[in-house]
């Protein structure tokens, strides 16, 4: 386990500093007299020497300190993300393991198909029209709601973006619980513990459900990009002012350097996720004792 | 929680793959003849006929220019799927085949690539096409959504590939040449999957393009794009619902059919 | 007719599957502690048996017949709660019975719990018990680990003892000890033959060799397509009186014989392979080195158990490892000083069949696999290498098979031939076979041996032979060198090791696979 530990610490370390050299290249783009090979790789080792010590720079378009900026916004995305990442467990993960450990997988394959197929945009704009119109909740799919909101509708207004993000985790929880499943239910110990003596049930809840577990947690990587990745889209379709809307601002003005450092900061949540997710699949995946 | 689970019938599974490959024929017929289909060129505005409920004039109604949405559909999806086209073949190229290729070249060149695109695969693919986009112009933005899509790709098809599987170093132990087991894996892996693995690479770039465009960093009006029409649309959609729902809904059949076509395995990567 | 007062009485069972009968009007009678060996190739109807006593038979199958389990009738198939008797199913550890990420310890310890209704504390206990009486070192801690950090003789010893703490009435094994290795199988049967004898359960036990029945004993039921042929004890089936079907099968399992003499193959020639003071162990001292050379056309059995040694000595001749002292010539070309390039070349000459048929890739077709060679080394029209192609897989028998079918798809029978007629194409100098017979019925290993044999014969390779088994030597060498803890022990003729061993080890390699009840020698057959 030590092995495996140091391991998955190097790959992160590894991963981040990784990350932090491409953003640092890419903050170097926007860098001055950065015209050319030489002086860009100049510019962009002395743009990670700053990130080292810990200055970020600042942002081309409102003139602030890079880091003051992001503090007013990362922690907005950042919650959004944990709340879609809850609901997209507390929905997807019942539904989808009776989907993928019982009898109703092969019915529910072109289904998950079905779902997975709609963008993200697509399916935001359709919860904002489903709660207009059923529910007549406000919604800021078309500007920013005002201030002078009550505490329910604010309530409302914040939680399509969260459902949107939670629907997209939900798709890649499906995804990554029926891969493992799919993983999990090769090779012939199902028979051949059946022959031993242990009932379909026993054999399931002791032997395949923690496999299927421990494949869907050392996925976390990947449902954590999609949450990201929806996260950037949410936030523009609902005029929410986090860090994915800076994202897109940025790279439309031509904010290298604020764009690099979103980069980073979504690069290193992935890679961190990666790396809890191995860690608590190995532990769930290892039976030692009865 | 019962028997042994399986896979989706092979008969099940060959049925949606083949519903996929349809759909996607169908889509291609349609779009080339989009303007044969199309009862005005793309962009038409006709002021008398603003924002009107679909009716038999206007199947699919028109929009706040008065733009037939019938015909701003078709066009819209011959101009995504032509990018999409374009994206998923360079997301095959640099991304799957570049992966394959890679993994069998002398180790520490191996693994530098390995790692290198492994960081930037680590990055929502759509965020760096969105990036990659500012970086060069809208112009590309097909290719570069299927750059995009391409350090992924290059990931799994990298670690798909079972460099020292026993039988490689069978092969290896009795002189088979490097290049002959590469062969061997582009000629029975990708030769069977091709199909599969343009079809997804074709669903994965479709989402990217359209969602770029949505955001504004895809194709610029007067261009038709599935993504710009739902952007468009997001004005008037609460009250005329019209104007999103059916590039809308073009939008997802045509992902939808990309995917199934793929036949994707139980749980596979999409 | 339905007996009372016996353990068991099966009457008239009839197995169908798909419409198909797989066991065909079966009865049986077994008393408290009596054995039935079932002896017959794959499809002879023993593992139905099994699963219908067991209780594990596929619900598509259709099973009539009458089942009297201690004098009380017994629905079938039988259903383990419901039957009076506590039966036990011993598998083959090579048929994966086991998770692949949970511990050996904790399976056979729920496997336990759950057949004897007691705590999981108890069950490690009687685990642990049972292990101790066991000759060796496996302990509760060895087993706690996965499946694929175990050897499968552990694994083996690990599901005996699992039996053994059951207390069963009636043990079911299928297959059990096959292709685990000589002196592993002899342990092992002499394992459960101890318990049988110290807990008294009655076994059937199914089996395509002749080990079961020689250190087990008691009644031998042969099988074929789902009927008994006939049944007796092993030596009067070995008579020129048994049934023809019977004489065939015992003729074409293997047994070593003490008294044959093979003629030296006349196509032996000029040094093919020479070995001067190679030293394939690290820690041993150069003067330990190995010296030994192989003519062309000349057979060399390495003969030793799993860890012994051959295959490192094997690693260091053909250069994959590189060799702390020594020199290897092969082909007059010292394997040490080339290039990877020019090994590259050199290893065109050298072919390999192997037991566990890893050498083929499952993606690649059957016309693929056997042309790859030629069409990687040589720059041939495609009508030569397909006449080239259709030559060998007829030589191997495999000509009549569909040739775009995928290796993944083909049989253990198919898979050994193909790499064969993969080998005939490449037209080797050098053939390094490894276990070769693993995992095949009695007479695909006679086709096997056969087809090798003719290889050799028509085509003039060397063979270095690999294996534990001094039948497959004997068939396939003339000469023998013996591992044992990474040392060479004997080497010399076969025919004269096998006279007058010298070492310990060789003597229990031999003793492993002799049946002196059995052996060529003494059946009149």
Redesign the interface.
Known sequence: MRSFLARQAVRLV??VF??AL?AAA?SA?GAPHAHGLAPFFFAAVGRLVHFARGDLGQSAISGLPVLQVLAGSVPQTLLMVLEGACLALVAGLPLGLLA????T??AT??LV??V???????AG??L??GA??LLHWP?S??MPVGASVSPDQALQIAALPVVAVGLAGAAAVQ????????E??G?????????????????????????VL?GLVASA??IM??L??AA??TE??FHQSGVADL??KS??L?DWNM?AIV?FI??CL??VA?FAGRIASRML?????? | MTSAPEAPAPLLRAILRGVGWCGLGLIMVTVFLSDFLARAPAGWTDATVMLSPPSPAHPFGTDLLGRDMLSETLHGLAQTGGHALLGALVAILCGGLFGAVAARLPRPLAFSLRGTLGVLATVPALLLAILLIGLTARFYAPLVAGLAAAPLAFVRAFDRVEVDSTHSEYARATGIPTMTLLRRDLSYEFHEMLGSVAARALAAVTIIVSTASFLGFGAEPPARDLGLMIAAGKATYLAAWWTAVFPAAALVILILFARLAAGLGEGERP | MMESGALLALSELTVLRGGVPVLDRFSLRLDAGESAILLGESGSGGEALLSVLGGFADKADTVTGALRVRGSETRLPARRAKTPIRIAYLPNPLSQPFAPHASVLAQLTRVIARKQGSPLGSAHEELRLALERFPGSVTPQLLDAKPGRLDPVTIAIGLLASVSAQTPDLVLADHAVADLGPSAIRMLLEMLAAERKRLGFALIYATGGLQPPARLGGRVIVMRAGRVVEEGDALRLMSGHAHAYTRTLFKALPRLSLTETRSRSSARGQPLLQVHGLSYDPKAHPRDGITFELRRGAALALVGEEGSGRRALLRAVLAFDRAPAGRVVFDAVDLNILSQTMASRIRRRVAFVTGTDESLDPRMTLWGTVEEPLRAHLNLSGELVAGYREAALKRVGLASHEGKRLVGGLTAFDKRRLQVARAIVGAPLLVVIDEPLRGLDAFAQTIVREVLTDFRATQGPAFLVITADFTVAQALAEDAMVFHEGKLIERGPIVEILKEPREEATKALIQAVSLPDLSQDAAPG
């Open positions: 590894v991963g990784g990350a491409i890419i783009i993928t450990v019982g009898p997988r092969r394959a072109p198909q079905i997975t197929a709609t963008p993200v945009f697509c704009l359709a904002a029209y207009v119109h919604v799919v078309n995804l990554a619980l029926r891969r493992a499943a799919s999990a239910s090779g012939a110990f199902r028979s051949g513990l059946k022959r031993l003596g242990l009932s379909a049930f026993e054999i399931e809840r002791r032997f395949v459900l923690p496999q421990a990587g990947e990009m999609a990201l990745s950037v889209v523009w379709v994202f897109v790279v439309a031509a764009a980069v979504f690069a992935t890679f990666e995946a290892s039976e030692g004792r009865p």
